[in-house]
Antibody, heavy 113, light 107 residues
Framework: EVQLVESGGDLVQPGGSLRLSCAAS????????MTWVRQAPGKGLEWVAT????????YYVDSVKGRFTISRDNAKNSLYLQMNSLRAEDTAIYYC??????WGRGTLVTVTS | EIVLTQSPDFQSVTPKEKVTITCRAS??????LHWYQQKPGQSPKLLIK???QSISGVPSRFSGSGSGTDFTLTINSLEAEDAAAYFC?????????FGQGTKLEIK
């Protein structure tokens, strides 16, 4: 089955760190750009980061530059998002997406003291 | 940053009605505009890619058009199951951005 499954979401204090993972299956993971998108509770969608097929190029929204790092392991069919210096405004469901067409169910990150 | 502005923000419609949602980009993005449907508690589902390309498994009542800065999602003969939020998304320029969303309520 073609799917993406996120994990790693948790409750964390401001200034803390978290690493999200996304396991891909049912397709050739190494052939696709991969993206993280987030959605704050009751709000719209916000693009967070994208990584090229070979991991050679990475792109970020300004609000996470220097704090978040997107990476991938094509041998493990996995996408990651390392999140450091977390802020309350990073609270959201984080979705993993294959380019534009396939999304996971998301994982909830809550940043609160 | 390219700002995508959707209209309307909210619409209450009756079944079988035709619905049009527009998405206006602050700069030209060619045809790199995609439409998603999101129901409560679910992840977004791709309806239309690259302005007008249909997606396998998506009902034919959903169609898209436009290029440059003005885009339209049309739902012909609305069904009750179409109650959802709809988002446009551009991949023509970094940072990628989304419209604010349009919530469709079925009367």
């Amino acid at each position: 089955e073609v799917q993406l499954v996120e994990s790693g979401g948790d409750l964390v204090q401001p200034g803390g760190s978290l690493r999200l993972s996304c396991a891909a299956s049912g397709f050739t993971f190494s052939s696709f750009y991969m993206t993280w998108v987030r959605q704050a509770p009751g709000k719209g969608l916000e693009w967070v980061a994208t990584i090229k097929e070979d991991g050679g190029e990475k792109y970020y929204v300004d609000s996470v530059k220097g704090r978040f790092t997107i990476s991938r392991d094509n041998a493990k069919n996995s996408l990651y998002l390392q999140m450091n210096s977390l802020r309350a405004e990073d609270t959201a469901i984080y979705y993993c997406a294959r380019h534009i067409d396939l999304w996971g169910r998301g994982t909830l990150v809550t940043v609160t003291s | 940053e390219i700002v995508l502005t959707q209209s309307p923000d909210f619409q209450s419609v009756t079944p079988k009605e035709k619905v049009t949602i527009t998405c206006r980009a602050s700069q030209s993005i060619g045809s790199s505009l995609h439409w998603y449907q999101q129901k409560p508690g679910q992840s977004p589902k791709l309806l239309i890619k690259y302005s007008s390309q249909s997606i396998s498994g998506v009902p034919s009542r959903f169609s898209g058009s436009g290029s440059g800065t003005d885009f339209t999602l049309t739902i012909n003969s609305l069904e009750a199951e179409d109650a959802a939020a709809y988002f446009c998304h551009q991949t023509g320029s970094l940072p990628r951005t989304f419209g604010q969303g349009t919530k469709l309520e079925i009367k």
